[in-house]
């Protein structure tokens, strides 16, 4: 079986932090760009980050640089985002996807994504919701 399973979403309030795990099954994450995107109620896709495959480069969107962190764990088949510094703003559904394509650049992968493209898989979802 082949499946790609996010975890760790919660309920936090601001200021404080959680951290997502994006867990391989039946193939090998690293050879993987992944991306970490999000859906809140009435929105579109936005994407988080996203990072390589080749040379583990990391490219994160405006509203979350400098908060959040996604890095690879290989022995572990894992892909993590930490998420510092939570803010309202941040509740919403996380998901991760593996795409074996390969993109100009990682900034290319989260803006395609964002446009419609399909990654090979996608993981199930997990909520995260930032609230006092």
């Known amino acids: 079986q082949v499946q790609l399973v996010d975890s760790g979403g919660g309920l936090v309030q601001p200021g404080g932090s959680l951290r997502l795990s994006c867990v391989a099954s039946?193939?090998?994450?690293?050879?993987?760009?992944i991306g970490w995107f999000r859906r809140a109620p009435g929105k579109g896709r936005e994407a988080v980050g996203c990072?390589?495959?080749?040379?583990?480069?990391?490219y994160y969107s405006d509203s979350v640089k400098g908060r959040f962190t996604i890095y690879r764990d290989i022995a572990k088949n894992t892909v993590y985002l930490q998420m510092n510094d939570l803010k309202p703003d941040d509740t919403a559904v996380y998901y991760c996807?593996?795409?074996?394509?390969?993109?100009?650049?990682?900034?290319?992968?989260?803006?395609?994504?964002?446009?419609?493209?399909?990654?090979?898989?996608w993981g199930q979802g997990t909520q995260v919701t930032v609230s006092s």
């Open positions: 039946g193939f090998t994450l690293d050879d993987y760009a």
């Open positions: 996807a593996a795409d074996k394509y390969e993109y100009a650049s990682i900034q290319a992968m989260c803006l395609s994504i964002d446009l419609g493209a399909h990654p090979d898989y």
């Open positions: 990072i390589s495959k080749s040379d583990s480069r990391v």
